[in-house]
């Protein structure tokens, strides 16, 4: 029952972003743009996206070095399998995979591995919210659609900045931190907060086992890497609708997006993916390209080029990564049914033994 409400929810998340991005266009007019897209930009994007998803791959065990060194075809076997996972599955629930896969193919413990993918996700939250504000200093008008924006760049910074400054005040005072969580969240729930208490336990003492200075860099450096490519990427595809591909005789306006306006369009879809929607990410990911173009193109282009664009970005994104874990399951002998039932009967497990203590 919780899981059929979750995906009802999901579902209902993604038929209102859906309806929103796409309430201004019609069918003839979306595949007007597809029928002038120029698709030999789709091989360099993919080309783009394994080097994506080796940068990301790489940087996760450079930070999982300080647990123990991870030899690469275990670490893509947990990466590739766990991104498709959190592709896949509703809410986001897929970040939970990477942890678990890695946790069978190595002596780190789940809990620490998990650790490491708050940490990621609270860097990214944090580089990608400060390249978005620089970005935004240099976008000449200051429509009410900049300043929304804006906005949300400044939420990053709360959410992430405090998810951070909260795991630096564990590590440096654990017991305080510990009897803050029991003081304020105890006094609505004493059940959560020592469900929250425990996990800080964790989390914190996974943090004390961070990598050394030069797996720091590195994953720094990855971190780099990988954003940069993501960036260049789109601004590649966004070729594919310069009407180059359009018959001779067809009326078509070229869309033009440069590295500059790519690097926007990304930083406003990381902030609308985060939103829990369907499996796929579907509507919301539409709906945040569409307002990250609406910034530097007109309506009519956004809701013409731009949103087969969006088609397009998606599709890609999505093909590239299930392929990937399809692949990596194969060559794991293992089958994503499989996998999900693993995954459950662990977390029940884990479940017991809490009520149990």
């Not at 400044?154 to 590590?171: D, E, H, S």
């Not at 997006?257 to 939103?275: A, H, K, R, T, W």
Request: charged share 15%; aromatic share 12%; with cysteine.
């Amino acid at each position: 029952m919780k899981r059929a409400v979750n995906l009802i929810a999901s579902l209902l998340v993604t038929v209102a972003f859906m309806w929103w991005a796409f309430r201004d266009t019609d069918v003839s007019t979306q595949i007007a743009s597809l029928k002038a897209a120029n698709y030999a930009w789709i091989l360099p994007y993919f080309v783009c996206l394994t080097f994506v998803h080796i940068f990301r791959t790489l940087r996760w065990g450079a930070l999982l070095s300080g647990l123990e060194h991870v030899p690469f075809r275990k670490l893509n076997e947990a990466s590739g399998i766990g991104f498709m996972m959190l592709l896949v599955l509703p809410f986001r629930l897929g970040e939970f995979a990477r942890p678990f896969l890695i946790a069978q193919r190595s002596s780190i413990r789940r809990s620490a591995a998990m650790t490491s993918v708050v940490l990621e996700r609270i860097v990214d939250g944090l580089f990608v919210a400060a390249l978005f504000r620089v970005l935004l200093f240099f976008v000449p008008t200051e429509t009410p659609e900049v300043r929304y924006v804006k906005l949300g760049s400044w939420l990053m910074f709360a959410v992430f900045g405090g998810g951070l400054v909260f795991l630096l005040l564990g590590l440096w005072q654990q017991e305080r931190t510990v009897r803050l969580v029991r003081a304020t969240v105890g006094r609505f729930s004493p059940g959560i907060a020592d469900k929250v208490a425990d996990i800080v336990d964790t989390f914190v003492g996974a943090m004390r086992q961070l990598p050394d200075r030069k797996h720091i860099v590195l994953f720094f450096l990855y971190t780099f890497a990988y954003w940069g490519v993501n960036g260049l990427g789109m601004a590649l595809l966004a070729r594919a609708f310069d009407c180059s591909g359009a018959s001779a005789g067809m009326a078509c306006e070229p869309m033009n997006l440069s590295l500059f306006q790519s690097y926007i369009v990304m930083c406003v879809l990381v902030v609308g993916v985060m939103i829990p929607a369907a499996p796929g990410m579907m509507g919301t990911f539409q709906a945040a390209t569409k307002v990250g173009l609406g910034l530097f193109l007109p309506a009519a282009m956004v809701n013409a080029h731009g949103l087969a664009y969006a088609n397009v970005l998606w599709l890609c994104q999505t093909v590239q990564q299930i392929a990937f874990g399809l692949i990596l399951l194969s060559i794991s002998h293992m089958s994503f049914r499989e996998l999900a039932g693993k995954m459950k009967k662990d977390d029940d497990t884990a479940v017991t033994r809490s009520s149990v203590a």
